[in-house]
């Protein structure tokens, strides 16, 4: 059985076996076509999206990625379940230790063919503005999914309400055992849209991701600045992180002491306890000039082609709680006091749809079940 992608065994505890489904490959240049194939079908694979070069290149990223957190690693090959930070629920998904901000993830991000095809997908002019989010990598190692049924990670995103949106798995197939020919799975989920359709509190929430090395949701990520849950969870004592890379300082790695401290990586680590504190508390900290300064000028176009002189008094929605509130007008005399109502206005919750994509063979955009929610008011159900 494959889902978005992951190969998994069929098991004979359950009687959940289809047949396995092999969808068409489409060319990236033929955006005509895949884009009336998405339409038609919710999702579409598009073939040969990066160069071999540079999915060779990924993946030599990946492993130095990896080789910080377990220097013992010599090669993909040598990665098991038990090298990798752990999954927050029954999938591939990795969310922890920095993983979605070391070198492997921004490299697939910030490549040219990447922005291409979601400028394709909307039916935009090249250039175009569009912010990304900065969502979670997908691995899993040869044997993650032995005896377990439950990678099967079927589930429902939310659509906002300026549009439809896709999230996108860029994955990887190496053609060598030492560059991880044996995984299940090497991806990165990617989703994109047009900057106008972001609230203005995404850019300082998203930008504080990529300081702090926490990992966005997808399409709430994209238009709302939401967070995976993990984004609060302090580091677990004797793992190792990653420490995304700033203007002028590279990704490196440091050791989480007993009471979840950095320990010593080198005296002269550039702000290491803006690197070490949680994106909720980078947003209390620093405005997004501030954010935007650190971060690397590839890292902070992603986020917001435009400068943020214009977004300089926007406000997370974390900083206010998810929620603002306005105060009518006093009663006029004569009044009853119970007519002040206070009106609590909340901050929408769209989510959004799904969209599949693979890297250096195929890719896919997919809007699985979104379809019919891209449709749905914005807060008809909370992120996902």
Known sequence: VVHQGHTCSSSSRSSFDPPLHRPRFFAATDGADWRRS?????YVTVADVLPPEDVDEALRLLLCDLQRLRPELSSLEEVRECHLPPPSSANDLRAR?????GEFAWFLRCHPRVSQLFEQLFELPPGSPLTGSVDVVALAPQGSSAGSRSRQWLHLDYSPRKGRIWQATLQLFPKTASMGAGWERIAVMICKAPSKWRAPSAVHALLSCCLTGAASRATAGVTLGLMHGESKEAPSPGTRRLLPALVGAPVVAASVGPEGQPLAVAADVPHLDLRWATPQEAMRRLDVSKLW???????????????PRALRQAVSPF?????????PEPPKTGEPLDRRRRTRSKVSRNMSADVSRHPGTPVSLSE???????????EAAPPS
């Open 293 to 307: 300064e650190l971060l690397p000028p590839e890292v902070r176009t992603y986020i917001s082609p435009e400068q």
């Open 319 to 327: 900083i206010r709680e998810l929620s603002l509130f306005t105060f």
């Open 368 to 378: 699985p079940v979104a379809v019919a929610a891209a449709a749905a008011p914005a």
């Open 38 to 42: 998405l339409k038609e079908e919710g």
């Open 97 to 101: 230790a920095g993983l979605c901000h």
